[in-house]
T-cell receptor, first 113, second 114 residues
Framework: DAGVIQSPRHEVTEMGQEVTLRCKPISGHDYLFWYRQTMMRGLELLIYFNNNVPIDDSGMPEDRFSAKMPNASFSTLKIQPSEPRDSAVYFC???????????FGQGTRLTVV | AQSVTQLGSHVSVSEGALVLLRCNYS??????LFWYVQYPNQGLQLLLKYTTGATLVKGINGFEAEFKKSETSFHLTKPSAHMSDAAEYFCAVSLIQGAQKLVFGQGTRLTINP
């Protein structure tokens, strides 16, 4: 398996624009996670899905953030409108039910100017 | 709620020297403990984990960690540092047998001096 695949690897956008980050989890994994990494706050869990259903979105910072998982092989994290403080590295990860290991993608580095 | 504290945001050692990265946790029940490594411009990768059983856990690349319940610690060690060990290391804790409740520490950046 190719691992968790995220796109794009880098995104630079202007404040106010919509940004969509994409993730393809490892085939057969039941859980999908979206994390955000910043210098100030470290690694934060934003939301996770189980069998394509959002289970816990308490980490989503505000209504400008939304995430979807239309099928087992694809998820998106959308920010609309984007703000400079959203600049961070966003990671997608996946895991099997009952397995404590999460497999991470390479991340998307988002810069909002 | 569980939490993780990594002592030292930046550790620097010489090549061939002992690596010691410190992690303390707080948890109301016996936790599951993990160390992840993040190489530059990469995602996190599992180094090792403690779930149950033997308290000394061996991982990849020569790393090991010991779960000490009395000290609420899970320090990561490697006897001899290699240049390729330069990376950021994250300690994490979970109360369940699953990745959905992982709580990560702030990370420790390890630098290896030639």
């Amino acid at each position: 398996d190719a691992g968790v695949i995220q796109s794009p690897r880098h995104e630079v956008t202007e404040m106010g624009q919509e940004v969509t980050l994409r993730c393809k989890p490892i085939s057969g994994h039941d859980y999908l996670f979206w994390y955000r990494q910043t210098m100030m706050r470290g690694l934060e869990l934003l939301i996770y899905f189980n069998n394509n259903v959002p289970i816990d979105d308490s980490g989503m910072p505000e209504d400008r953030f939304s995430a979807k998982m239309p099928n087992a092989s694809f998820s998106t994290l959308k920010i609309q409108p984007s703000e400079p403080r959203d600049s961070a590295v966003y990671f997608c990860a996946s895991s099997r039910a009952g397995n404590t290991e999460a497999f991470f993608g390479q991340g998307t580095r988002l810069t909002v100017v | 709620a569980q939490s993780v504290t990594q002592l030292g945001s930046h550790v620097s050692v010489s090549e061939g020297a002992l690596v010691l990265l410190r992690c303390n946790y707080s948890s109301s029940v016996p936790p599951y403990l993990f160390w992840y490594v993040q190489y530059p411009n990469q995602g996190l990768q599992l180094l090792l984990k403690y779930t149950t059983g033997a308290t000394l856990v061996k991982g990849i690349n020569g790393f090991e960690a010991e779960f000490k319940k009395s000290e609420t610690s899970f320090h990561l060690t490697k006897p001899s540092a290699h240049m390729s060990d330069a990376a950021e290391y994250f300690c994490a804790v979970s109360l369940i047998q699953g990745a959905q409740k992982l709580v990560f520490g702030q990370g420790t950046r390890l630098t290896i001096n030639p």
